[in-house]
């Protein structure tokens, strides 16, 4: 399952996104948000984590303008590894290496091409493990500095 999330700045590629995931029967659930009216991007990179968090979700994808708010709020919640970036490169070595769980993107900084692109290969690449494991286990172990509720 992967979640989705989005302000209105990211509004149309997550429609993009969702767009593509519907043709390649990948199940999603979409957290909204579901117009370009003006929100706040915090509030659903919380839903799409949470997701993530109780096991409901396996990856998260949120757009925001640059993708840059919503992967700070993404990084504030335990067990979760959110990427921001706008190249194929990154889309790859993101999972290869760090075991990224979230996808960052920004509209209105790359088109609605090129959020699909990065989207399909950020899910259809795994992580890599061997010497990556003991770094991913570094980062994981770094959540016990965020203060949960
Ligand atoms: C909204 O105007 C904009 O600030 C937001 O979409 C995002 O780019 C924040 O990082």
Same mark, same amino acid.
Request: hydrophobic content about 35%.
């Given at each position: 399952?992967?979640?989705?999330?989005?302000?209105? *700045?990211?509004?149309?590629?997550?429609?993009?996104?969702? =767009?593509?995931?519907?043709?390649?029967? &990948?199940?999603?659930?979409?957290? +909204?948000?579901? @117009?370009?009216? @003006?929100?706040?991007?915090?509030?659903?990179?919380?839903?799409?984590?949470?997701?993530?968090?109780? *096991?409901?979700?396996?990856?998260?994808?949120l757009c925001?303008?640059?993708g840059? +708010?919503m992967s700070?709020?993404a990084? =504030?919640?335990? *067990? &979760?590894?959110a990427a921001v970036?706008?190249?194929?490169? @990154?889309?790859?070595?993101?999972?290869?290496?760090? !075991?990224?769980?979230v996808l960052c993107l920004?509209?209105?900084? &790359?088109?609605?091409?090129?959020?699909? =692109?990065?989207?399909?290969?950020?899910?259809?690449?795994?992580?890599? +493990? +061997?010497?990556?494991?003991?770094?991913?286990? =570094?980062? !994981?172990?770094?959540?016990?500095?965020?203060?949960?509720?």
């Amino acid at each position: 399952m992967i979640a989705l999330g989005c302000d209105h *700045g990211g509004f149309e590629i997550k429609e993009a996104i969702k =767009k593509h995931l519907q043709e390649k029967n &990948i199940p999603f659930i979409d957290f +909204g948000a579901h @117009s370009t009216d @003006s929100v706040d991007y915090p509030d659903y990179a919380h839903l799409v984590c949470e997701s993530i968090q109780k *096991g409901e979700s396996e990856f998260g994808i949120l757009c925001c303008g640059t993708g840059i +708010g919503m992967s700070i709020a993404a990084n =504030k919640h335990k *067990g &979760i590894r959110a990427a921001v970036l706008s190249d194929e490169f @990154s889309a790859e070595m993101t999972r290869r290496h760090n !075991n990224a769980n979230v996808l960052c993107l920004g509209g209105r900084v &790359i088109n609605e091409e090129k959020a699909v =692109k990065l989207a399909d290969i950020f899910l259809s690449t795994p992580f890599e +493990g +061997g010497r990556h494991e003991r770094r991913v286990e =570094k980062l !994981n172990a770094l959540d016990k500095y965020i203060e949960q509720e």
